[in-house]
């Protein structure tokens, strides 16, 4: 391996600070220099608006806002975030809620995106974090209609990646019969309340989507969103903007902390976690060493290195996440989950005191549309209690039927999980477009009244 990409500047930090056990510290500090930023959220907290927002503290700066040009309302949950070192724009959103789907495609196809970056599952810890905003299947048949911003889309493929899918979907605009392709990279490993397992496989889905020619300045910026678009959404973000910086000034050139702060002043709240930082460090130093020339002999497998199905055995029962704000002012309390190493990142594994970290993806003190789509706890209903004898008595036998009862018990559970799910995110739509129409009808009221 060549000199220069021994120990980079980004390296040398980061066993600085794994040394220091400062991670919680070092994320903490970049939340107070943040806090200094005088940027305004003001249509974002107009009454008309505070219904269209995921999280009520997570709102987009006024500055930086996409607008909307062909809808009631101009607002839309979403920023236009700039790295100008890196010649990169990035439109960072929220997953659309049921009644923004319409809202999401128009600046999709306002803003000239090639591609959308979902880096989050639909139902994640037994939580709706965002609504199905594509279509359910292949061919005109299955298309969206979206009449009130005159658009449709309509899914042309779909391709399995094992720990991601691409589709490539069409979006018509029924005004001027133009059509567009757009592809849709959904990452549905990355868990929800953590990072992804392994730098290489994060490198290789970020790969991809350059390959796509997404990212190039020539087109609109991609539409990269997670739940709330700040956690998950940023590090990938961050990533990225780094190794642009790298490839063309070197690997000493970038300050990895600089650069969020920099983002930080389009979209509020970028890396949501201590281990979501620590992590962005981990991919941007192996993409420094996927640099070097002489990284393919010693190159890790994919197989070791691909997103592990054990981030998928925990989502039945997560801990009470803290309020999302908190990750922002304060150094949480749980320690950090080990990452896995990779042949190339060699000693960044050292051996440490634990660390601080917070969930990623934080839900906050819930609003009334909120808590109408959460689930109570695994075990907690009644009906859930009704077969308990049974399944106790199955798990007490032994060898292969013991074990098919098992997955039959977990597959029931999380069949009614998603059903009710679905039940109470149809409850909160009914009772979002009832206050919408309250809403409506007050506005009218008081016109009618001053006029």
């Known amino acids: 391996m060549s000199d220069n990409m021994k120990l980079s500047s980004v390296e040398a930090e980061y066993l600085d600070i794994t040394n220091r056990s400062a991670w919680a510290l070092v994320y903490q500090k970049i939340g107070q220099k943040c806090q200094a930023y005088e940027f305004t959220c003001l249509e974002a907290k107009k009454p008309q608006n505070k219904q269209l927002n995921r999280y009520r503290d997570v709102n987009p700066y006024d500055h930086s806002r996409i607008i909307l040009k062909r809808a ?3 607002y839309i949950n979403a920023n236009l975030v700039k790295m100008e070192a890196a010649n990169r724009k990035y439109i960072l959103t929220q997953g659309p809620l049921t009644y923004t789907i319409k809202h999401f495609w128009l600046m999709v196809w306002e803003q000239n995106s090639r591609a959308i ?3 989050n599952k639909v139902i994640e810890k037994c939580e709706l974090k965002c609504a199905h905003y594509w279509p359910q299947g292949i061919g005109a048949e ?4 979206l009449p009130d911003v005159k658009l449709t889309v309509e899914q042309i493929s779909e391709e399995d990646n094992n720990f991601y899918t691409t589709r490539v979907l069409k979006i018509c605009d029924l005004e001027t019969n133009e059509s567009r392709e757009v592809i849709h ?3 549905t490993t990355w868990p929800d309340f953590g990072v992804p397992q392994s730098p290489v496989a994060f490198l290789e889905f970020l790969k991809k989507v350059r390959e796509s020619g997404a990212l190039e300045p020539d087109v609109g910026p991609p539409v990269v969103h997670c739940s709330a678009g700040i956690g998950r959404s940023g590090t990938f973000c961050l990533v990225d903007s780094c190794l642009v910086i790298v490839e063309k000034s070197g690997a000493n050139s970038v300050n990895v902390q600089d650069i969020l702060l920099e983002m930080r ?3 509020m709240g970028l890396i949501q976690t201590p281990d979501q930082l620590r992590f962005s460090y981990q991919a941007i130093i192996e993409g420094i060493k996927q640099l070097d020339p002489n990284y393919n002999e010693a190159k890790p497998s994919m197989e070791e290195s691909i997103y592990s199905t054990v981030a998928e055995s925990n989502e039945d029962c997560p801990p009470p996440p803290p309020p999302r704000a908190e990750s922002l002012t304060r150094a949480p309390a749980r320690p950090l989950p080990a990452i896995p ?3 190339s990142l060699g000693n960044l594994n050292l051996s440490t005191m634990p660390e601080s970290s917070s969930s990623d993806e934080a839900t906050p003190t819930l609003t009334v549309r909120e808590s109408a789509t959460s689930l109570s706890s695994p075990g907690s209903s009644a009906d859930d209690e009704d077969d308990e004898p049974l399944l ?3 798990e007490s036998s032994s060898g292969e039927h013991a074990d098919t009862l098992r997955r039959r018990r977990r597959d029931k559970e999380l069949s009614e999980r998603v059903s009710k799910m679905k039940r109470r995110a149809k409850e909160a739509e009914q009772w979002q477009a009832l206050k919408r129409l309250f809403l409506k009808k007050k506005q009218k ?5 001053f006029n």
Do not use: V, Y
């Open 117 to 119: 970056l979902m880096l």
């Open 142 to 145: 299955n298309k969206l209609d």
């Open 72 to 74: 009631e309302k101009d």
């Open 265 to 267: 002043k389009d979209r």
């Open 341 to 343: 190493s990779s042949t």
């Open 445 to 449: 009221f008081k016109e009618n009244w």
């Open 185 to 187: 990279f959904h990452c």
């Open 392 to 394: 106790l008595r199955a």
